[in-house]
């Protein structure tokens, strides 16, 4: 019996939802048939059976939501084959002193391990499987994480994380990559105080900003891509600096970055990105996975370069402006602030102030 595991979509999303499920417990199937349809905000992936075997174990349904890692269901030889580590039902499997919240997922190691550390198991996330694996890197986690200072105490690695969604998802994982930091907790408008953000707690809105400050954090990173409307990402900076709040560059460790380059304080550069010589990158720019900005390359503030992106060299970039996922730009354009360069696009010549260059477009035609 072999388990079949959810594969990293993603490398800056670890969940994704399962757009369809195509299988069912006892099902037969042959090497290479579909599993399940993986949609994360990026991408979309098919997993497919690695050999001939029935399906048995099944753990997810279409519209759940899964971790990489998390099993999917096991192949084995015959369709009445038991899995092992079964999810554990509803509340009948709960201790008696415990009960497992509503939606909460979680599998008998699991709720034998939180029960012996006295978890509550409200602080646990609903959707994915908690896993043996996974509540042990949530312990983890919070063991270095809860942070308790008295008031007054600046503590100078402890940072917060503004936005609990995908980006901020993101950003917690390039964080924790760095090893520099003590991640305190995750700010957030939309989110409810206690829930769970990968391991780290809802702290609450914006109001707790002062509330921190006086516990010693002074560092935090903004999570809010504002991709639709970027004066929301802007607000979350202004109202980072009126509580006290410094946003440090941040940069992952598999990202290039020149010795010549110049990172403004809030910015941001995920895996595998580049950023040339001479390159100045202005206030809470993002430079997501796999993009390239090359040589003399100049970035106002909020600028926010989508995975897969390509600047050739000078290219310069009015504030606030997206460049699209996979969007091309040649050498010495200019595009004005403001502007919106979709998925895809060719960029020959420069952009306006405020334009709009529609996905796949060649620019000009």
């Not at 388990?3 to 199937?29: C, F, K, M, Y």
């Not at 063991?143 to 998802?169: L, R």
């Not at 990202?255 to 895996?271: D, K, W």
Request: with cysteine; charged share 15%.
């Amino acid at each position: 019996m072999e388990p079949v595991t959810i594969p990293l979509v993603s490398p800056n999303e670890p969940e994704a939802t399962l757009a369809a499920v195509h299988v069912q417990d006892g099902q037969r199937l042959s090497a290479g048939d579909p599993l399940c349809t993986l949609e994360t905000t990026k991408a979309t992936a098919e997993v497919v059976a690695e050999k001939d075997g029935y399906v048995v174990g099944l753990r997810f349904s279409a519209g759940q939501t899964a971790r990489a890692g998390d099993i999917l269901c096991y192949l084995a030889d015959r369709p009445d084959a038991q899995p092992p580590e079964p999810i554990v039902p509803a509340a009948a499997q709960a201790s008696q002193s415990q009960q497992i919240p509503s939606g909460l997922r979680i599998t008998a190691p699991a709720l034998t391990l939180a029960q012996s550390r006295g978890l509550d198991l409200g602080r646990l996330p609903v959707g994915p499987l908690v896993t043996e694996s996974m509540l042990k890197s949530f312990l983890e986690v919070t063991a270095k994480t809860e942070f308790a200072a008295p008031a007054s105490a600046f503590d100078p690695q402890a940072i917060i994380v503004y936005g609990g969604g995908g980006h901020g998802k993101s950003l917690i994982d390039l964080l924790r990559t760095l090893g520099t930091y003590k991640l305190v907790g995750v700010v957030d408008d939309g989110l409810p105080a206690g829930e769970m953000v990968l391991g780290l707690p809802v702290l609450g809105d914006g109001e707790v900003l002062p509330e921190l400050f006086a516990r010693g954090v002074r560092l935090a990173a903004n999570a809010v891509g504002g991709i639709g409307d970027v004066s929301v990402r802007v607000k979350v900076f202004q109202k980072l600096a009126q509580a006290g709040f410094a946003c440090p560059p941040v940069a992952h460790p598999s990202a290039v970055i020149e010795p010549s380059a110049s990172l403004s304080a809030g910015v941001q550069v995920f895996p595998h990105a580049y950023v040339g010589s001479s390159a100045r990158l202005g206030y809470g720019v993002i430079v997501n996975t796999g993009a390239i900005v090359s040589h003399d390359c100049l970035l106002g503030d909020y600028v926010n370069v989508s995975p897969g992106a390509m600047l050739a060299g000078d290219v310069q970039v009015g504030s606030g402006a997206l460049i699209g996922m996979g969007v091309t730009i040649n050498l010495g354009v200019h595009v004005g602030g403001g502007a919106r360069i979709g998925n895809g696009a060719t960029v020959k010549a420069d952009v306006p102030e405020k334009g709009l260059i529609r996905a796949g477009a060649l620019w000009p035609d």
